[in-house]
């Protein structure tokens, strides 16, 4: 018991790191015999430790660098969006496949003024962040879909960049490095980083290990990785061991955080 | 046959056997109703899904299953999920046989413009500019004219490019024109169409063959 106590007090001065603290364990466990099962499930309460949506919300600080999944709105952690619209929290850098719809995903952060400058795909659903972009409100860069998709993950993986055939000779190469590796052309375009990564998944275990549903998979699984912090938003929570190791499409790794949300607010 | 029927049918005749393809939001979905018996087509989402099956009926609408156009869809047996990184690795990686898209103006040298018009509407490339650098080929459904009459077809496009040089086949409710090395050549013309009708509409310089089929 006195090990078990010791991983908690780890857990919580926030010291632990997910694999570190599995050797730990393992080595301990060959030691002392100590029930390896007991520990690993007190562990995964910690893991990836369940909050609210508003405790998720407050975590992000005015002005930080959001990375948010979804597309069009399908797999986007609604609950804490709301929550961030609640609390006001502005200035915000959001990087994010489409701006959604106005009542839907991050269009209803974008309705609320909470937007400052985007690193985004597509804006065709959302009349009001182009009104916004018009007039000078929000800075946008636009960034063809499969560029942001590889440059969040290149962050996420740790590569300072990538380099795509992608956007040659349009504007999109204008400002940019054009490379040439045997003997083609690409655009060199440096990772994208976030402060904080909020995601949707549909189930998850207490590890924070993520399984997904359908198309509502889409970006998440790219945008955890790329997150300082990444909080997971989840339909449902269930025990370490009862989802099957091969279906699971985030592994816990990239998770800290998760808000537990059964309210779906689109459909 | 209507403009939209009649090229959305000559769209379908383009797939072959086993072709991965991606459709474009608007005109170029409704190839899907003119897919050839005995061919079979894997439809790719660009959101993350291979397999993508017909509308559902009303009331049998899943949340989570959408198009890269927000529009509900089922899956058909054989259907894959993945994320959008994936998703456009199979498009920028080549793996994807054709994709068809519309286009605000296209030109002779295979230049498209389909994303933005300065000053007026700006929504963003979406997967537009990876599709059309990534597919094996590359076909542009329209209407021959704008509303207002003029060809879209031009000499030099005069839009802000989606992708340089990348587009293979341009199918009108007028005309089938293929980008080739020498020009733009007229392979097809629709039924009631003559050369002539298509050469007045077309901004383009059109290469004409000896032979010119016909379609519609």
Same mark, same amino acid.
């Given at each position: 018991m006195r090990f078990e106590l010791q991983c908690l007090n780890w857990? =919580?001065? %926030?010291?632990?790191q997910h694999y570190k603290t599995l050797k730990k364990v393992d080595t301990f466990m060959q030691k002392d015999c100590v029930d390896f099962n007991y520990i690993i499930r007190i562990l995964g309460e910690f893991m990836a430790k369940l909050?609210?949506?508003?405790?998720?919300?407050?975590?992000?600080?005015?002005?930080?660098?959001?990375?948010?999944?979804?597309f069009l709105a399908v797999g986007a952690p609604e609950c804490i969006i709301d929550a961030i619209v609640e609390q006001k929290i502005g200035d915000l850098h959001m990087i994010v496949i489409a701006s959604d719809w106005e009542d839907r995903g991050v269009g209803k952060l974008v309705v609320a003024n909470l937007i400052k400058s985007a690193q985004v795909s597509?804006?065709?659903?959302?009349?009001?962040?182009?009104?916004?972009?018009?007039?000078?409100?929000?800075?946008i860069e636009l960034v063809p879909q %499969?560029?942001?998709?590889?440059?969040?993950?290149? !962050? %996420?993986?740790?590569?300072?960049?990538?380099?795509?055939?992608?956007?040659?000779?349009?504007?999109?190469?204008?400002?940019?490095?054009?490379?040439?590796?045997?003997?083609?052309?690409?655009?060199?375009?440096?990772?994208?980083?976030?402060?904080?990564?909020?995601?949707? !998944?549909? =189930?998850?275990? =207490?590890?924070?290990?993520?399984?997904?549903? =359908?198309?509502?998979?889409?970006?998440?699984?790219?945008?955890?990785?790329?997150?300082?912090?990444t909080i997971a938003e989840v339909e449902e929570i269930v025990e370490i061991g009862e989802l099957d190791p091969e279906l699971i499409a985030c592994p816990g790794v990239f998770v800290n955080y998760m808000v537990k949300c059964t309210e779906v607010a689109h459909g | 046959m209507d403009k939209r029927a009649m090229i959305g049918s000559r769209i379908a005749l383009e797939f072959k056997d086993g072709d991965y393809v991606n459709l474009g939001i608007g005109l170029p979905t409704l190839a899907v109703n003119y897919i050839p018996e005995g061919?079979?087509?894997?439809?790719?989402?660009e959101n993350g899904m291979l397999g993508v099956g017909p509308n559902p009926a009303e009331g049998k609408e899943d949340k989570d299953m959408i198009n890269a156009g927000g529009g509900y869809i089922t899956a058909l047996k054989g259907a894959s999920f993945f994320d959008s990184a994936l998703s456009f690795a199979i498009i920028r990686g080549g793996h994807i046989d054709a994709t068809v898209l519309g286009a605000l103006q296209v030109d002779q040298e295979g230049n498209l413009a389909n994303w933005m018009i300065p000053g007026k509407m700006v929504p963003g490339m979406g997967g537009a500019m990876d599709l059309v650098t990534g597919a094996r080929k590359v076909i542009v459904a329209m209407e021959h004219c704008d509303k207002y009459g003029n060809s879209k077809i031009l000499k030099k496009c005069t839009l802000p490019l989606t992708a340089k040089g990348k587009v293979n086949l341009i199918i009108t409710d007028m005309a089938v024109m293929e980008v080739c090395a020498e020009g733009l050549v007229l392979r097809e013309i629709a039924a009631g169409t003559t050369i002539e009708d298509v050469k007045k509409v077309t901004d383009a310089d059109l290469i004409i063959p000896d032979t010119v089929g016909c379609f519609g």
């Open positions: 857990v =919580k001065t %926030g010291l632990i909050i609210s949506a508003a405790e998720a919300a407050n975590m992000i600080k005015p002005g930080s660098r959001v990375a948010i999944g979804g597509h804006l065709g659903t959302n009349r009001t962040i182009q009104a916004q972009m018009n007039s000078n409100q929000v800075q %499969g560029t942001l998709m590889e440059r969040v993950r290149a !962050a %996420g993986a740790g590569l300072g960049g990538i380099l795509t055939p992608t956007g040659l000779g349009t504007v999109v190469e204008e400002g940019k490095q054009v490379i040439n590796l045997n003997s083609k052309n690409y655009i060199l375009e440096p990772a994208i980083e976030a402060d904080i990564a909020i995601i949707k !998944a549909y =189930k998850a275990d =207490k590890m924070g290990n993520l399984v997904f549903r =359908k198309t509502a998979r889409n970006s998440n699984p790219i945008m955890a990785m790329a997150g300082k912090i | 061919i079979h087509v894997v439809f790719q989402s």
